[in-house]
């Protein structure tokens, strides 16, 4: 006996998720989080609006679903550096090298849509703003576990843990920014190696260690 087969109600389903997602995250990255519209995604990908907030929900949500795909391609990378097993002085040399890709010869926009999002962030929906937290949570931990390790290795100079997760942190964030500015790559990285150097000399008389 044939079953009769009960329709689906509801518009089907023409929104290529990933596409959105793509073209949304490029434009963030290249022109800033809080001045690209979802009408403007719309128009680049050629979806509708009530397909794009039937899809993520709001502007937030299409936000933090761009952080997560944003964490895949340009955050991990960066942490598989930290959790190598190699000295202090390449892991030092291999974030800097990281830090000042080519990104003309990516195809990529220049800086980081992470450290944009973070200082925009009073502008950006609560789901965001979680996403943000937790990744700089992940980050911030995942150097303070190599600087554990370094110590343990008697390779890293005599600063509180927490202290030097937050200088690497801040050196991160000040050379996405000059990235943006337009400041050239090589000045980047000789900056990055006078400040991350000094992470390696060793210890320093009267200094607070964890």
Known sequence: MNEKTTPKRGRPKT???????????????SKGPTVVS????????????PGVYREFGNDDGLKASVLETYHRLAIQPL????????STTVTINALIDFMTQDRTELNIPQGCLFVMMRAHAQ???????????????????????????????????????????????IQHGG???MQREGVA??????????????????????????
């Open 185 to 210: 790559n090589d000045t980047i990285a000789s900056v990055l190696r006078s400040a991350l150097g000094v992470l390696a000399m060793g210890k320093r008389a009267g200094a607070r260690t964890n």
């Open 79 to 86: 942490i598989d550096i930290l959790e190598k097993d190699q």
């Open 38 to 49: 979802i009408s403007d995604i719309c128009g680049l990908t050629g979806t509708s609006k």
């Open 15 to 29: 929104l290529d998720r990933d596409q959105v997602v793509q073209v949304a995250l490029m434009q963030y990255w």
């Open 123 to 169: 502008q950006l929906g609560p789901s965001t703003c979680n996403k943000l937290q937790e990744a700089r949570r992940n980050l911030l931990d995942t150097y303070e576990a190599w600087v554990m390790r370094s110590k343990s290795r008697g390779e890293f100079a005599d600063i509180p843990t927490d202290i030097a997760a937050l200088f690497i942190d």
């Open 175 to 177: 050379a996405m920014r």
